[in-house]
């Protein structure tokens, strides 16, 4: 049970709707600005995609072509997967998936009005077929779910960073626009990193159209779509007013996240 503090103001419903005009002249700023972004980010040129990639699936070997299902658009999540590394750097894949990727997962509740626009969305990781299988039936998902093991697909689209295997691209920056920025790279930045990308097919041809990392991806974790609605918020510390709510540390990272299945009955 969340500890609250510093509550709303108690006012009566019409100064309440005084306030709320006021905060929707805002909310129609932000929408007018993100219909901008979204306009931009539609006008972005495309990259064709002549690599051959393959994926492992349910029926076995396919192709990135196959992963549109018959329809012209591609959503993909960059699943984040688990290892343990011995001292050599050697990977061993655990059962389970990254806990803030999963968050992600486990607010897909169905794929139909995707479906409906013309749009597939898989997810793909790096990890083997068998694990990423086995997660799924754990966390009862039902969104398609392929590996990218043994391919050069994540390296490529910049999903899993790994300075001996391509040149590092992070955060769409360079290993020296890394330093630049106060974020220089290390050994330690080494594996997978969650994104999303998208893609259009056009006849035979696939064309890589967007990819987002880092906070282009929360909206899609943890609730936050119906948690910013909210007086409590995230219930994360960084957020205003100051002492809404203890901070949970369910954040992105943060020491409270689990795995969707894993959370204790009262924060469920």
Not at 90 to 95: A, I, K, L, W, Y
Not at 141 to 166: E, I, K, L
Not at 181 to 205: C, I, K, T, Y
Request: proline share 6%; aromatic share 10%; net charge negative.
């Amino acid at each position: 049970m969340a500890t609250m503090g510093n509550l709303p103001e108690v006012v009566s419903r019409e100064e309440w709707l005084a306030a709320r005009r006021e905060l929707l002249a805002k909310e129609k700023e932000l929408t007018r600005a993100r219909d901008r972004v979204n306009a931009d980010r539609r006008r972005l040129p495309m990259v064709r995609v002549d690599k051959p990639y393959t994926f492992e699936g349910p029926d076995g070997t396919v192709s990135l072509p196959d992963l549109f299902e018959g329809r012209p658009q591609l959503v993909m999540h960059h699943f984040m997967w688990t290892y343990d590394l011995d001292a050599d750097g050697t990977e061993h894949p655990r059962d389970t998936g990254c806990p803030s990727c999963s968050s992600a997962a486990d607010g897909i509740a169905g794929l139909r009005q995707l479906h409906a626009r013309d749009t597939t969305l898989v997810a793909v990781t790096r990890a083997p077929y068998a694990k990423l299988a086995a997660y799924r039936e754990r966390m009862g998902w039902t969104f398609p779910w392929y590996s990218s093991a043994g391919g050069d697909f994540n390296y490529d689209f910049h999903a899993t960073v790994d300075d001996r295997v391509a040149p590092i691209q992070v955060f769409h920056r360079t290993e020296a626009e890394l330093a630049e920025a106060g974020m220089p790279w290390s050994e330690s930045m080494r594996g997978d990193w969650p994104g999303m990308s998208a893609f259009l097919r056009v006849d035979d041809e696939v064309f890589h159209t967007y990819s987002t990392f880092g906070r282009g991806i929360e909206e899609f974790h943890n609730g936050y779509r119906w948690l910013d609605l909210t007086a409590l918020g995230r219930q994360e510390a960084w957020e205003e007013p100051k002492d809404r709510a203890t901070p949970r540390g369910t954040e992105v990272g943060g020491p409270g996240m689990r795995i969707p299945d894993e959370y204790d009955e009262y924060q469920v």
